[in-house]
T-cell receptor, first 113, second 112 residues
Framework: QQQVKQSPQSLIVQKGGISIINCAYE??????FPWYQQFPGKGPALLIA?????SEKKEGRFTISFNKSAKQFSLHIMDSQPGDSATYFC????????????FGQGTELSVKP | DAEITQSPRHKITETGRQVTLACHQT?????MFWYRQDLGHGLRLIHY???????NKGEVSDGYSVSRSNTEDLPLTLESAASSQTSVYFC???????????FGPGTRLLVL
């Protein structure tokens, strides 16, 4: 069973701080690594994504770092804001499997004012 | 605007009853997916479809079924509801060849 493992399960950060969420995968046949953001009572929404031929991708305050040899990738949220408080899921799509998402367990982020 | 909707948003049922959760999307996406979300497990794939008349089992398909008679809808049926199926269910859709999935607002199901 292909797996994606995510940590920590919960994270508390002060406003203006850096939030870091880590994921690791066990199968090398993944070719797309998205992060989804979910607010309470809502469905997940795509936040940012990366392909394994790139080591870093930045969009505004959100950055994905990707380490192919270690099979790890992480989400960094710079200058964290209370509005970033949500649950974050990393995910991976296996190569040539029609967009099937395999999700990590999720991280509940709380940014304190 | 195109969207994906789920109904009902909340459902309480009894063990052994058949339950159907609806999912409707107006993006004309070929791919549709059903997930369940449970604390500590993230989202797990139940069933998915790549087009009309196509259905496939996901990671946790036991006790669930789907049918795809048109592009817009993928209803999820719990044949005989069990307490272990108490969960939040999300439907998602995507275009062929495009990895981004768009999720519905979810259905919270309680099986007593």
């Amino acid at each position: 069973q292909q797996q994606v493992k995510q940590s920590p399960q919960s994270l508390i950060v002060q406003k203006g701080g850096i939030s870091i969420i880590n994921c690791a995968y066990e199968n090398t046949a993944f070719d797309y690594f998205p992060w989804y953001q979910q607010f309470p009572g809502k469905g997940p929404a795509l936040l940012i994504a990366i392909r394994p031929d790139v080591s870093e991708k930045k969009e505004g305050r959100f950055t994905i770092s990707f380490n192919k040899s270690a099979k790890q990738f992480s989400l960094h949220i710079m200058d964290s804001q209370p509005g970033d408080s949500a649950t974050y899921f990393c995910a991976a799509i296996p190569y040539n499997q029609g967009g099937k998402l395999i999700f990590g367990q999720g991280t509940e982020l709380s940014v304190k004012p | 605007d195109a969207e994906i909707t789920q109904s009902p948003r909340h459902k309480i049922t009894e063990t052994g009853r058949q339950v159907t959760l609806a999912c409707h999307q107006t993006w004309n996406h070929n791919n549709m997916f059903w997930y369940r979300q449970d604390l500590g497990h993230g989202l797990r794939l139940i069933h998915y479809s790549y087009g009309v008349q196509d259905t496939n089992k996901g990671e946790v398909s036991d006790g669930y079924s789907v049918s795809r008679s048109n592009t817009e809808d993928l209803p999820l049926t719990l044949e005989s509801a069990a307490s272990s199926q108490t969960s939040v269910y999300f439907c998602a859709s995507s275009s062929t060849g495009i990895e981004t999935q768009y999720f519905g607002p979810g259905t919270r199901l309680l099986v007593l």
